[in-house]
T-cell receptor
């Protein structure tokens, strides 16, 4: 998985609670991405980062925030989890100048009850 | 707005057959077209990618065919094997975007 770890790998939480997912890379790549994967929708971009403290929104960013204080870590936070955020979350990294050759982590399965 | 349309949604092929998955895009600024392979419980893995300066790229049993005028590209898996059974995603990126837009995926089953 290209030197990418995600934690936790599985989480069950209740509606209204905050949740933070962590992505950690050992490749020193510039770009990091958070996607969610749902049946019939493929992978949809939530947020991405093009450097420390530099982030931008993706297609489905509502209800999510991110932070990147170090090159190796990219955090995804659900401030108040909802059942619609039940999904599998993937982190990806890229060292390509355009950020398009991406390598994915193993994923985190999140269930919001 | 879905900018990359993928078909079919599912595909069943006999061992040794050819699997073909198609994608169509709308954004003419796209200039990078990868395919990803995903096994259950795993993250997507980059399989093969093409840029529009060539019409075909082959890596082993996997070939991408690209038709710029039709804004379509396809993945061909020759001599399909049961181990190829997985979900395949096409994607595209380009222009000022530093991100990939994914198709909705094709679940391939290769029967022994």
């Amino acid at each position: 998985d290209a030197g990418i770890t995600q934690s936790p790998r599985h989480k069950v939480t209740e509606t209204g609670t905050p949740v933070t997912l962590r992505c950690h890379q050992t490749e020193n790549h510039r770009y990091m991405y958070w996607y969610r994967q749902d049946p019939g929708h493929g992978l949809r971009l939530i947020h991405y980062s093009y450097g420390v403290k530099d982030t931008d929104k993706g297609e489905v960013s509502d209800g999510y925030s991110v932070s990147r204080s170090k090159t190796e870590d990219f955090l995804l936070t659900l401030e108040s989890a909802t059942s619609s955020q039940t999904s599998v979350y993937f982190c990806a990294i890229s060292g390509h100048v355009q950020g398009n050759e991406q390598f994915f982590g193993p994923g985190t399965r999140l269930t919001v009850l | 707005q879905q900018q990359v349309k993928q078909s079919p949604q599912s595909l069943i092929v006999q061992k040794g057959g050819i699997s073909i998955i198609n994608c169509a895009y709308e954004n003419t600024a796209f200039d990078y077209f990868p395919w990803y392979q995903q096994f259950p419980g795993k993250g997507p893995a980059l399989l093969i990618a093409i840029r529009p300066d060539v019409s075909e790229k082959k890596e082993g049993r996997f070939t991408i065919s690209f038709n710029k005028s039709a804004k379509q590209f396809s993945l061909h898996i020759m001599d399909s094997q049961p181990g190829d059974s997985a979900t395949y995603f096409c994607a595209a990126s380009g222009g000022s975007a530093r991100q990939l837009t994914f198709g909705s995926g094709t679940q391939l089953t290769v029967l022994p």
